[in-house]
């Protein structure tokens, strides 16, 4: 048994590799920044990477593999090209820990019956610093359609569970009429935000109940963006909450259903960003979190990210050049399609600094690659 090297602040993804999993053929040893921008063009496959870690946090969260498999297609859907053509899915994480490195891999094959999967030759190892030797695996010698690595007591093993677990994806695009958001909310639900952003209402009044300066923080930056909005007026009637709020012109109330979409989804991105670190999950995937935001928002959202990846492993997918031109080529990786096949690369800077020096942007490189005129 190794010694204890649980996860912290400091925990992060270092690299993957993905085998087969739908569109991602063959990605290998892919460098993850601790703040990762992906940016590519619609169906290049930039969202398959996200999808990929949102199963491995269904598969270790508490055995729901095969559920997270129903809900994205059935299991063939999951197979680069279908089954047929790829039978098997091979991945493998490289984390990092304050200890050392925790390495994990597993495959997927294709089980007709019901259209699940199964898992099977998963192994898991880790080195502390300080040791250069490459470190044995411990190997998995269970078959089943959920992971065994949950069964595991090996510290290593927890320690793997406990950060990829983790991982969640936020997306706030659903703001129509039977959205979650529209919705009373039990107050009681109000430790974490959802991932669509549905109990806002809850999480605001906790926080202007319990964290005056940091709800009032959030009210000032919603209105730099929204010049017309005062502040939240949020009234606890039954132990439900409903997300009301009203604007500087007059004393009129606005329901959710009288908000524009970009400003329900400023709301809940600005809201997120600013919760206190024990509210949030360890690695977070933001997909297309400039959807409907003005170009100033963009602005300041981006400087939250950067603020947020100091704490939290952050992994954006977008393709807004407003949004990429915040960051720094060493954030940047790219995605683009190629028979069907997604292609992930990163922009070494010593590539790529003769174009900064002449003051291209980061978008500029992108969409010069995009259509082949970067040599």
């Not at 065994?148 to 659903?174: G, M, P, V, W």
């Amino acid at each position: 048994m190794t010694e204890a090297h649980t996860t912290s602040k400091t925990s992060r993804i270092r690299s993957v590799t993905i085998e087969g999993f739908r569109s991602l053929k063959n990605i290998q040893n892919l460098e993850l920044p601790q703040l990762t921008v992906l940016i590519g063009a619609n169906g290049a496959g930039k969202s398959t990477l996200i999808r990929f870690f949102e199963m491995l946090s269904w598969m270790l969260k508490s055995k729901n593999l095969q559920e997270f498999v129903v809900r994205h297609g059935g299991g063939d859907d999951q197979f680069f090209m279908g089954a047929r053509k790829t039978p098997r899915i091979h991945a493998e994480l490289c984390l990092d820990t304050e200890k050392g490195q925790n390495d994990y891999r597993f495959d997927l094959t294709h089980l007709s019956a019901g259209d699940a999967v199964m898992v099977m030759n998963e192994a898991f190892r880790f080195a502390p610093r300080h040791i250069q030797d490459e470190a044995t695996w411990t190997e998995i010698d269970a078959v089943g359609k959920e992971s065994s690595l949950l069964e595991s007591n090996d510290k290593t093993a927890k320690t793997i569970i406990n950060l990829l677990r983790q991982c969640q994806t936020f997306q706030f695009h659903d703001t129509s009429i039977n959205a979650a958001i529209h919705n009373r909310w039990d107050v009681t639900e109000s430790f974490r935000l959802r991932s669509d952003g549905g109990n806002l209402a809850a999480v605001l009044l906790n926080l202007r109940n319990t964290d005056a300066k940091r709800y009032e923080l959030i009210v000032k930056q919603i209105g730099r963006v929204l010049p017309a909005f005062k502040d939240f007026v949020l009234e606890e009637e039954s132990g439900k909450v409903l997300l009301r709020w009203v604007g500087r012109q007059s004393d009129k109330v606005f329901g959710s259903h009288l908000t524009s979409d970009g400003s329900l989804r400023l709301f809940c991105l600005l809201t997120l960003l600013n919760l206190p670190p024990d509210q949030l999950p360890d690695v977070m995937f933001f997909d297309e979190p400039e959807l409907g935001l003005h170009p100033h928002a963009i602005t300041l959202v981006a400087e939250m990210f950067k603020r947020l990846s100091k704490r939290r492993q952050v992994f954006i997918a977008t393709q807004s050049p407003y949004l990429v031109d915040c960051f720094e080529l060493e954030n940047i990786i790219v995605a683009s399609a190629n028979n069907g096949e997604t292609v992930l690369r990163n922009l070494p800077r010593e590539q790529y600094q003769e174009w900064l020096d002449d003051e291209y942007q980061l978008s500029d490189i992108w969409l010069k690659q995009a259509v082949g005129g970067m040599e």
